[in-house]
């Protein structure tokens, strides 16, 4: 089993930055690759990045690529995710992910909401 646990989220004006970080424990080592998704609501759960947990570029959404940027610090077990720009329509409860072979997402943390204020 493994455990997600996100944090950083919060209250940011338009134009500002926030971070989140998701640590996981347990079986890491099995991980295929962690991801951020993002929920707004009324909206469906809409992937926003990935990244793998060895080697290989990044993915990201259209609606966040050139503004977020997802890193991972294996020696910690964590996966962050770097906002910047951040725009009212980023509103939203932000989840960490996991697979164990990219087939479907296999762990979920808890969630963070962010608000970005106009």
């Known amino acids: 089993q493994v455990q997600l646990v996100e944090s950083g989220g919060g209250l940011v004006p338009a134009g500002g930055s926030l971070r989140l970080s998701c640590a996981a424990s347990g079986r890491t080592f099995s991980l295929y690759r962690m991801g951020w998704f993002r929920q707004a609501p009324g909206k469906e759960r809409e992937l926003i990045a990935w990244?793998?947990?060895?080697?290989?570029?990044?993915y990201y959404a259209d609606s966040v690529k050139g503004r977020f940027t997802i890193s991972r610090d294996n020696a910690k077990n964590t996966v962050y995710l770097q906002m910047n720009s951040l725009k009212p329509e980023d509103t939203a409860i932000y989840y960490c992910?996991?697979?164990?072979?990219?087939?479907?997402?296999?762990?979920w943390g808890q969630g963070t909401q962010v608000t970005v204020s106009s």
């Open positions: 990244l793998k947990r060895t080697i290989g570029s990044p």
């Open positions: 992910a996991a697979d164990l072979d990219s087939s479907v997402w296999d762990y």
